[in-house]
Nanobody, 125 residues
Framework: QVQLVESGGGLVQAGGSLTLSCSDSARTITPHAMGWFRQVPGKEREFVATIGWSSGLTYYADSVKGRFTISRDNAKNTVWLQMNDLGPGDTAVYYC??????????????????WGQGIQVTVSS
């Protein structure tokens, strides 16, 4: 059974930083990509960042470009999201996803067939 475990969320003041991690520690899948999405109550889950597992290519939502960095460790099936200069608008539940099947745009929820449990990030002003 695939289990993506997230950690690193919490409460931070505006301008601060957090690093999220997501691990498939059992290495049950070989992903095509792993990505981060976020969701606030009443809104759809939105794309934040993704990384191609073989290529290492990274893609970011415009709202986080220049502030967030996604990285990976292929050997550990782990992906990180370094978040800098956080603002209240970044407050959300953050989810990591793994695409093990391919064939869909990595910017969309439907590309990812495995998800973590979600982790809260709260940025105070």
């Amino acid at each position: 059974q695939v289990q993506l475990v997230e950690s690193g969320g919490g409460l931070v003041q505006a301008g601060g930083s957090l690093t999220l991690s997501c691990s498939d520690s059992a290495r049950t899948i070989t992903p095509h990509a792993m990505g981060w999405f976020r969701q606030v109550p009443g809104k759809e889950r939105e794309f934040v960042a993704t990384i191609g597992w073989s290529s290492g290519l990274t893609y970011y939502a415009d709202s986080v470009k220049g502030r967030f960095t996604i990285s990976r460790d292929n050997a550990k099936n782990t992906v990180w999201l370094q978040m800098n200069d956080l603002g209240p608008g970044d407050t959300a539940v953050y989810y990591c996803g793994a695409d093990s099947s391919g064939g869909h745009s990595w910017f969309t929820v439907s590309a990812y067939n495995y998800w973590g449990q979600g982790i809260q990030v709260t940025v105070s002003s």
